[in-house]
């Protein structure tokens, strides 16, 4: 398997624009996750799916912030309008459930975003 | 509420020393603990994860684990660095769910 693909791996935009992430699980996997990486904050979860649905955004910083998954084998992150403060690497992470087992989950190589 | 503390951010280690990277866990219900590994400019990878059963759990690249209930406590151990084992660690627990809490991290040097 290609294991998770994110894309593009590497974007810097200015101030004010709107920015687009984009992710594909594992084939077959339930679960994707955007994950958030800075030095400062650390690794933060931002929101959860299982089976295309949403489960727990509770992690998204702002309204600036929105994530969809139209379908099973991809999922965008978009920030609009971006900031400065949003700089960071982002990750996607894709698991499968297993009844009565606790999943793994496997992480893209990860965007890293430059906010100028 | 979970959490996870990872004492020390920065470990020093040389090249066939022992590794061991702390890890505690505050968590009200049975948890689930994972050790994953971060190379530089690289997505995080599954090194290893306790579930139930056996509390030594052993991982890839000769990392192994041991879960300890009366001290909270999942502490990761290599018997003898390797340069290639230059990387960030990260401690990680979940309950019943799917919701990842992770810590801090360590960066683990090793030298000559």
């Known amino acids: 398997d290609a294991g998770v693909i994110q894309s593009p791996r590497h974007e810097v935009t200015e101030m004010g624009q709107e920015v687009t992430l984009r992710c594909k699980p594992i084939?077959?996997?339930?679960?994707l996750f955007w994950y958030r990486q800075t030095m400062m904050r650390g690794l933060e979860l931002l929101i959860y799916?299982?089976?295309?649905?949403?489960?727990?955004d509770s992690g998204m910083p702002e309204d600036r912030f929105s994530a969809k998954m139209p379908n099973a084998s991809f999922s965008t992150l978009k920030i609009q309008p971006s900031e400065p403060r949003d700089s960071a690497v982002y990750f996607c992470?894709?698991?499968?459930?297993?009844?009565?087992?606790?999943?793994?989950?496997?992480f893209g190589p990860g965007t890293r975003l430059t906010v100028l | 509420a979970q959490s996870v503390t990872q004492l020390g951010s920065h470990v020093s280690v040389s090249e066939g020393a022992l590794v061991l990277l702390r890890c505690n866990y505050s968590?009200?219900?049975?948890?689930?603990l994972f050790w994953y590994v971060q190379y530089p400019n690289q997505g995080l990878q599954l090194l290893l994860k306790?579930?139930?059963?056996?509390?030594l759990v052993k991982g890839i690249n000769g990392f192994e684990a041991e879960f300890k209930k009366s001290e909270t406590s999942f502490h990761l151990t290599k018997p003898s660095a390797h340069m290639s084992d230059a990387a960030e660690y990260f401690c990680?627990?979940?309950?019943?769910?799917?919701?990842?809490?992770f810590g801090t991290g360590t960066r683990l040097q090793v030298t000559l």
């Open positions: 306790y579930t139930t059963g056996a509390t």
């Open positions: 968590s009200s219900v049975p948890p689930y």
């Open positions: 084939s077959g996997h339930d679960y």
């Open positions: 990680a627990v979940t309950s019943w769910g799917s919701k990842l809490t």
């Open positions: 992470a894709s698991s499968h459930r297993t009844s009565g087992l606790v999943e793994t989950q496997y």
């Open positions: 799916f299982n089976n295309n649905v949403p489960i727990d």
